[in-house]
């Protein structure tokens, strides 16, 4: 049997087999006045892209299940898995480590997996794409500072003025932390905390005390600084613009209006009532509209 069609007999079989899967639930805002919405339950046991398989489940017996199919076919196969790759992700509040049992087979030279299960405040790389079970943004965050950080390690060393600094900083950096930054616009003082690091350097190159203002920075200096915060967020706002004008996309920009009226309970625009009460709404956390007009 080849690889392709030994694949496609596995995922045939687990979904057949699937008893217990895991229930993506969603909802639709059908009117705000009074709010109704339209639910749709999708059932789903594994996510397949090429050789990366993903098995979902309600229960740890049906991951179980799912896993000792996964193991026969691959022992028929004459595939091994590295299980010291494999990601647990639980809707535990803290990480543990969880045994599974799989069930006795002539196929499956070993009959148990211990798995260290991830703490929902982690975040993971699914697909090319970074995911928080908490829908928190720190690994953003993280992620963010810490280009700024490698970046200000790498160029301390080197013989530079301040203002191959400055281009580095205004023509490198900030657009790859723009690029990093365009569903997540954080609060003013964090972006300059974050960049900091940098514009530390640019003080150091240009022969200025440590605790020179950063106002003092940008007046200063001969050359130009782009400030972090007002270009992150001038390109938030061309983003929304661009989708509020596109043919394609204005229909599903004006279901995030509508969507934040109705979960909000009010008839006006969102982005002319206080939003701060909000904010630590779960639902409304990865709802980058709400995030860019609360900041």
Known sequence: MSQLGSCRALLTTLNQEACDPFILKSSALLDYSPIEYEQHNLPISHITFMDDSTLIASS????????????????????????AKYILLSSEQSSQTIM???FPSPLIPICSLTL???ALSKSFHF???????????????????????????????KKLLAQHVAYLYNVVL???????????????????????????????KAGFASVTPLSALFTLLSFSIQQAFGRFLSSHVASWQRIFSHP????????????????????ACPSTIDLEPWSHTFSLQTHSLFNSLLD
């Open 116 to 118: 260290k299960a991830l």
């Open 174 to 204: 900030l657009l790859r932390l723009e690029f990093r930054l365009q569903t997540t616009l954080f609060v003013e003082s964090t972006i300059n905390r974050m960049v900091s690091p940098m514009l530390s350097l640019i003080r150091q």
């Open 248 to 267: 394609l996309y204005k229909t599903f920009a004006n279901y995030m209006i509508t969507y934040l009226q109705g979960f909000l309970d009010c008839d």
């Open 60 to 83: 740890k017996r049906e991951i179980e299940d799912r896993l000792s199919i996964t193991a026969e076919f691959y022992t028929l196969n004459n595939t091994q898995a590295n299980s």
């Open 127 to 157: 697909l090319g794409v970074w995911f928080c079970l908490l829908a928190s943004s720190h690994f953003v965050h993280d992620q963010c500072s810490s280009m700024v950080k490698d970046m200000a390690i790498l160029l301390s060393p």
């Open 100 to 102: 599974f049992d799989l």
